[in-house]
Antibody, heavy 119, light 110 residues
Framework: QVQLQESGPGLVKPSETLSLTCAVSGYSISSGHYWGWIRQPPGKGLEWIGSIYHSGSTYYNPSLKSRVTISVDTSKNQFSLRLSSVTAADTAVYYC????????????WGQGTLVTVSS | QSALTQPASVSGSPGQSITISCTGTSSDVGSYNLVSWYQQHPGKAPKLMIYEVSKRPSGVSNRFSGSKSGNTASLTISGLQAEDEADYYCCSYAGSSTYIFGGGTKLTVL
């Protein structure tokens, strides 16, 4: 069974960079698949942030592309998100997931982690 | 890219059927048979219920079904049960290796 677990600071100051890591168990990232980040502001809907293929190819939401970097570390079986120049609008629950950018199918999700942007 | 349009809320009584719509454009829903649906209970991660318009993952009840016509996709839940009360999100492939979600629909079981 594929399991994903997000980790990282729960509080980030405005203008700084948000960094999260997703540890994957039950499946080797290097075996394939896309791995993505999706966020959900409190009381609002889901927003796809971006994804990475096991080979390292990246795909980003055009509205966030200028601020997002997703990377993968196959040796640690984990992938990471960096979102720069954050504002209060970036406050959200951030989910890591196994997805597919060519279908929109997200079949495994982490439990999510709340990141608050505040000084 | 704009979020797909869903009704904010729908409701139904136990045993009834309800349908949630998801309206996109000719650039997303209308162009690809790649619509998925997710169920989210409060405080929980979303769960895949339907993919590729009408396919059900293993373990998902056959009370859940999906369809599409033009730029609008639909999720139908038959034989409504109390446990179906949740938020539902549609999602569509939007070209160029991107995908978008709908704004979500809150289902209330009366």
């Amino acid at each position: 069974q594929v399991q994903l677990q997000e980790s990282g600071p729960g509080l980030v100051k405005p203008s700084e960079t948000l960094s999260l890591t997703c540890a994957v168990s039950g499946y080797s990232i290097s075996s394939g698949h896309y791995w993505g980040w999706i966020r959900q502001p409190p009381g609002k809907g889901l927003e796809w942030i971006g994804s990475i293929y096991h080979s390292g190819s990246t795909y980003y939401n055009p509205s966030l592309k200028s601020r997002v970097t997703i990377s993968v570390d196959t040796s640690k079986n984990q992938f990471s998100l960096r979102l720069s120049s954050v504002t209060a609008a970036d406050t959200a629950v951030y989910y890591c997931a196994r997805d597919n950018v060519d279908t929109g199918r997200v079949d495994y999700w982490g439990q999510g982690t709340l990141v608050t942007v505040s000084s | 890219q704009s979020a797909l349009t869903q009704p904010a809320s729908v409701s139904g009584s136990p045993g009834q059927s309800i349908t949630i719509s998801c309206t996109g454009t000719s650039s997303d829903v209308g162009s690809y048979n790649l619509v998925s649906w997710y169920q989210q209970h409060p405080g929980k991660a979303p769960k895949l219920m339907i993919y590729e318009v009408s396919k059900r993952p293993s373990g998902v009840s056959n009370r859940f079904s999906g369809s599409k016509s033009g730029n609008t996709a639909s999720l139908t839940i038959s034989g409504l049960q109390a446990e179906d009360e949740a938020d539902y999100y549609c999602c569509s492939y939007a070209g160029s290796s991107t995908y978008i979600f709908g704004g979500g629909t809150k289902l209330t079981v009366l």
